[in-house]
């Protein structure tokens, strides 16, 4: 063909890491058939869908069924069902927000991914290591990206006071709970990014897949309890890991209607954004996440993330008696430790998976700064999260 194609997809960095992994497991187990093998690299979760939640999800697939009930294209912007049950969440947090700014999606990855629609090749600034989409579909789009480096001197939450240089009309992604690192930002160094923002004309991309995770009051569960992000700050969050929706997608993003970059209001951008490229979710996956969000459905969910986090208090409790530098694990289904004797984090996956058959993720995998670094997920189920455990404690 003479079509030209987007030259900057051959600038995005090769991560191979799945498929990495995938083989070097493969390989082992052929060598080693009887081997029993922990996976302890799962970023999704594993726990079934709450009843509460199936049971609305059926229910609204039997009105599909009938011609009095059947409903054809949603909303565009999400039922008012969903919105308004997403709002309560907000006001339980102690946040009022406006039903209108909330934008009902098929996940967080994809609106993470899609938001660049909107906004034009301003200078990005993004921590490292981190979920890989916001690096991706950034350089997909050609923007140039200034890393901000998590390191054990910062406890992986780097701060605006470290950029070497003021980056005015930037667009800074913030991932707390943090994907790897499970480090999450206090009040007040989020309101450092906030400060930050605001000084700078800066617009911040916030994202809280795991806010369900946060134990601790010191911890925002939503940048919008920080003062002024109201005008510089979108939220972008998921049912995904608080429902364990990874399967049946959903989520939503939040965009104030104070937004502005000059005289450009940037909801009105993402409304037209939404109505051109994308229809809707389906009915039976909202009113599933409308039940997420019922009293019966919260308890439910809190009771799986309770579960997971006794699977990562395990796991913590062996580093800390161990003496091994981490972080995570308390508001975070995601433990990221050190590597143990300077090791890399490839050669230490080798070690782990050969001298004791447990799978993490090799740091690097997220970043530069990841390469000393090794993330165990809290998604296993407890028996193996044990027996993992008892293997690391005669392993390190
Ligand atoms: C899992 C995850 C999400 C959720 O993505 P969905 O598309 O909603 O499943 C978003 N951000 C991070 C950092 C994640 O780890």
């Not at 039922?79 to 946040?95: N, P, Q």
């Not at 800066?202 to 005008?231: C, K, N, Q, V, W």
């Not at 939503?252 to 409304?271: F, H, N, R």
Request: with cysteine.
């Amino acid at each position: 063909m003479k079509i030209k194609t987007n030259v900057n997809f051959g600038n995005i960095r090769q991560t191979y890491l799945f498929s990495e992994i995938g083989s070097r497991v493969r390989a082992y187990e052929n060598a080693n058939p009887d081997a029993k093998i922990i996976r302890m690299g799962i970023g999704d979760v594993t726990l079934p869908l709450p009843k509460t939640v199936t049971d609305a999800m059926i229910k609204a697939c039997e009105e599909m069924g009938v011609r009095e009930t059947f409903r054809g294209y949603p909303p565009e912007y999400g039922y008012a069902f969903l919105r308004e049950a997403i709002a309560v969440h907000y006001r339980s947090l102690g946040v009022e927000v406006d039903t209108d700014t909330i934008f009902v999606s098929d996940g967080a990855k994809s609106d993470l991914g899609n938001i660049v629609d909107i906004l034009g090749n301003n200078p990005v600034i993004i921590p490292d290591p981190v979920y890989p989409v916001y690096v991706d579909s950034n350089t997909m789009s050609g923007n140039s990206i200034t890393y901000i480096n998590g390191t054990k001197e910062n406890g992986f939450l780097p701060l605006p006071s470290e950029l070497t240089e003021q980056i005015e009309g930037s667009v800074i992604y913030l991932c707390s709970p943090n994907n790897p690192t499970g480090a999450s930002y206090d009040k007040d160094s989020l309101k450092a990014w906030v400060d930050y923002a605001l000084k700078t004309g800066s617009l911040i991309i916030y994202d809280s897949a795991y806010e369900a995770f946060i134990s601790r009051d010191s911890i925002p569960h939503t940048i919008f309890e920080i003062e002024g992000a109201d005008i510089c700050a979108i939220e972008i969050c998921s049912f995904s890991k608080f429902a364990g929706f990874t399967g049946v997608r959903c989520g939503w993003t939040l965009i104030p209607s104070s937004l502005m970059a000059g005289d450009v209001s940037i909801m009105a951008l993402w409304k037209r954004r939404q109505a051109t490229k994308f229809n809707g979710v389906s009915y039976p996956v909202q009113r599933a996440a409308a039940a997420a969000l019922s009293k019966e459905g919260i308890s439910a969910c809190e009771s799986n993330i309770a579960y997971y986090k006794e699977n990562a208090r395990l796991i913590t409790e062996l580093l800390d008696e161990k003496g091994i530098f981490y972080t995570g694990g308390k508001n975070s289904p995601y433990v990221w430790m050190e590597c143990p004797e300077g090791c890399g984090s490839w050669e230490f996956f080798d070690r782990l998976l050969n001298e004791v058959q447990i799978v993490g993720t090799p740091g690097e995998g997220f970043g530069k700064g990841g390469d000393r670094y090794f993330r165990l997920t809290a998604f296993g189920s407890l028996e193996n999260t044990k027996e993992a455990v008892r293997r690391l404690k005669e392993f390190l």
